[in-house]
Each structure stands twice: as structure tokens, then as C-alpha cells.
Nanobody
Framework: QVHLVESGGGLVQAGGSLRLSCAAS????????MGWFRQAPGKEREFVAA????????GYADSVKDRSTISRDNTKNTVYLQMNSLNTEDTAVYYC??????????????????WGQGTQVTVSS
């Protein structure tokens, strides 16, 4: 249905920035709300950010809302997560997810039907 591939992760020093990308292989990308989630070692997967089908609305977890920006380019079938002022608590595998529907953005991971394999973000102190 929706094949998702994340990229852009890597090793970065605290205070630095990364831009994660998620490329979707699907017929109509704009039919889907998109989300970013992350999972740190020993912890459950948690919500990071999400965006509606058009990019007109979005939401963030409190831990990242003042230093992160989610965006999408429907002409490129790609969603992005720009993260600034990274700290060691941001170290995790970051996953992209897709949820069918042209309404809201969603922070509940159970809403999403497709997931990428993840990209590792490691922040060193």
C-alpha cells in the first residue's frame, strides 16, 4: 500500500541539527496524513510530530515543539522533520508513518497503517 523509506539520520553533537526525510511510494501521497515517531533503547515508541494531508496543519510532542518543524512536499511524495538544538534525549530510531485520510493529523500511532524501517539519530554530548 505505502512503502516508506527514511533517511537523514546520523551522528550529531548536542546543539546541532538534522533534517530527516521520508520518501513514500504510493499513488496519491496527498491522501495521507504523515507522522514521525521515535524509539529509544529500552523505551516504547513515542510520537514526535505529525502533519495533515495538505501540510496546512501540524502538531508536535512537547519535547520537540519549539525546535522542530515537520513539513511535506506532495509533488515529491516526501515528508521532512527538521530538528534543531538536538540533545542526547533525542537519540533514537526515527520512524515515518502514513495514515489514510484527508482530515486531521494524528499522534496516536495506532492510527497509522504503514511504517518505514527507521533511521538512527545519535546525539553525542
Amino acid at each position: 500500500q505505502v512503502h516508506l523509506v527514511e533517511s537523514g539520520g546520523g551522528l550529531v553533537q548536542a546543539g546541532g541539527s538534522l533534517r530527516l526525510s521520508c520518501a513514500a511510494s504510493v499513488r496519491t501521497f496527498s491522501n495521507y496524513a504523515m507522522g514521525w515517531f521515535r524509539q529509544a533503547p529500552g523505551k516504547e515508541r513515542e510520537f514526535v510530530a505529525a502533519i495533515n494531508w495538505s501540510g496546512s496543519s501540524s502538531g508536535y510532542a512537547d519535547s520537540v515543539k519549539d525546535r522542530s518543524t515537520i513539513s511535506r512536499d506532495n509533488t515529491k511524495n516526501t515528508v521532512y522533520l527538521q530538528m534543531n538544538s538536538l540533545n542526547t534525549e533525542d537519540t533514537a530510531v526515527y520512524y515515518c508513518a502514513a495514515r489514510y485520510g484527508r482530515s486531521n493529523w494524528y499522534k496516536n500511532q495506532d492510527e497509522y497503517i504503514s511504517w518505514g524501517q527507521g533511521t538512527q539519530v545519535t546525539v553525542s554530548s
